[in-house]
């Protein structure tokens, strides 16, 4: 690997790797990569619609409706009809989809330790820390704002 790719270029190949990680373990599982984050979006924010997703990963909505299908039809979500709303339907994790979050932060924290072994103890705060003002910098240089939740997407 060249020393000096832009810094652009081995985010993306860190990420390309990690999905290709996470998809070899979460196969089995019916999973994919993509599908992971929503899963842990709907873990903390239970009852949302499809829309909030897309605003929130900034995804096209037909992309977040694939995705959402595909949860469903595996059984991990389930569509129920918002209270005080005509046609609005929020989304919730089934059984399933509770207990598959637990599996996956466990293959997540696995994927992160293997990774991070490259660096020492003080290196990997540094990593952590650095990065996470990168990824605030980044939402404010295209206009979206980052708050708590920011880190987490």
């Known amino acids: 690997m060249h020393p000096d790719l832009p810094l652009g270029a081995l985010v993306s ?38 829309e909030t997703l897309a605003r929130f990963f900034s995804l096209d909505k037909a992309t977040i409706a694939r995705a959402v299908r595909r949860l469903e039809n595996g059984g ?9 709303k005509r046609r609005a339907f929020g989304l919730f994790l089934t059984e399933k989809g509770r207990e598959t979050i637990a599996g996956i932060l466990g293959i997540e924290a696995d994927w992160e330790a293997e990774l991070l072994s490259a660096l020492g103890e003080g290196e990997r705060d540094t990593v952590r820390r650095l990065l996470l003002s990168l990824a605030r910098k980044s939402m404010h240089m295209i206009g979206e704002e980052c708050g708590d939740d920011c880190a987490r997407r």
Not at 19 to 43: M, V, Y
Not at 76 to 84: E, H, N, Y
């Open 76 to 84: 991990f979500i389930c569509r129920r009809k918002l209270a005080g």
């Open 13 to 50: 190949l860190l990420h390309r790797n990690h999905c290709i990680a996470l998809n070899r373990k979460l196969a089995p599982l019916g999973l994919f990569a993509g599908q992971f984050p929503i899963l842990l979006f709907l873990s903390r924010r239970e009852g949302e619609m499809q």
